[in-house]
């Protein structure tokens, strides 16, 4: 079946990166973006960016420009999501799956989410 | 950037009542770009409705949306006991690409 198979929890000190894994199965990698979101404890949800498996491109929330990187390995189905993180980056990562090129923009499928923790 | 702003905050509610709730855009949104989402304590969201008004693979033909422009709602016809969770609403704008979503409506049982 169609699913998204996240990375375990991580547990951070502020300064340090954290990378974040998505493995994708049961569709054509290469035929969905892999948006990143991500949820601080008790707040809404907030999109961080996305990655065009088809071409490598991304484009991140610009405030997170320079601090988030997005990456894929075709070869696993994999897209990855590194942050330079600071003390409010605590929080649960999700990516979700949205259709490249149908003309519509909808995340249909997500993982099961990450949860980071940044303490000192 | 695209601010939506979702109303009420909460909506308290019993089985059986109709819920109606709002997304309201800072600016003008393409129709089939507005999409909303239910999220459950501890699950990852759930894509409800996309494009304004098509529901999505799954979805029970009480949920509706409908809007234009810069207003948009989300509409339950009939709560179920499975209904009560929190809904966003979520846009997508270009260029450059960019997404937000709204904060959230939080619909409990009265």
Redesign the interface.
């Given at each position: 079946q169609v699913q998204l198979v996240q990375s375990g929890a991580e547990v951070k000190k502020p300064g340090a990166s954290v990378k974040v894994s998505c493995k994708a199965s049961g569709y054509t990698f290469t035929d969905y973006y892999v948006h990143w979101v991500r949820q601080a404890p008790g707040q809404g949800l907030e999109w961080m960016g996305f990655i065009n498996p088809k071409s490598g491109g991304t484009n991140y929330e610009q405030k997170l420009q320079g601090w988030v990187t997005m990456t894929m390995d075709t070869s696993v189905s994999t897209v990855y999501m590194e942050l330079t993180l600071r003390s409010d980056d605590t929080a649960i990562y999700y990516c979700a799956r949205d259709r490249i090129g149908d003309g519509y923009n909808r995340m249909d499928v997500w993982g099961q989410g990450t949860t980071v923790t940044v303490s000192s | 950037e695209v601010v939506l702003t979702q109303s009420p905050a909460t909506l308290s509610l019993s089985p059986g009542e109709r819920a109606t709730l709002s997304c309201r855009a800072s600016q003008s949104v393409r129709s089939?770009?507005l999409?909303w989402?239910q999220?459950k304590p501890g699950q990852?969201?759930?894509?409800l409705i996309?494009?304004t008004s098509s529901r999505?693979?799954g979805i029970p033909d009480r949920f509706s949306g409908s809007g234009a422009g810069t207003d948009f709602t989300l509409t339950i016809s009939r709560l179920d006991p499975e209904d009560f969770a929190v809904y966003?609403c979520?846009?997508?704008s270009n260029p450059?690409?960019?997404?937000?979503?709204?904060?959230?409506t939080r619909v409990e049982i009265k």
């Open positions: - | 089939n770009l999409a989402y999220q990852a969201p759930r894509l996309y494009a999505a693979t966003y979520q846009q997508y450059p690409p960019r997404i937000s979503f709204g904060g959230g």
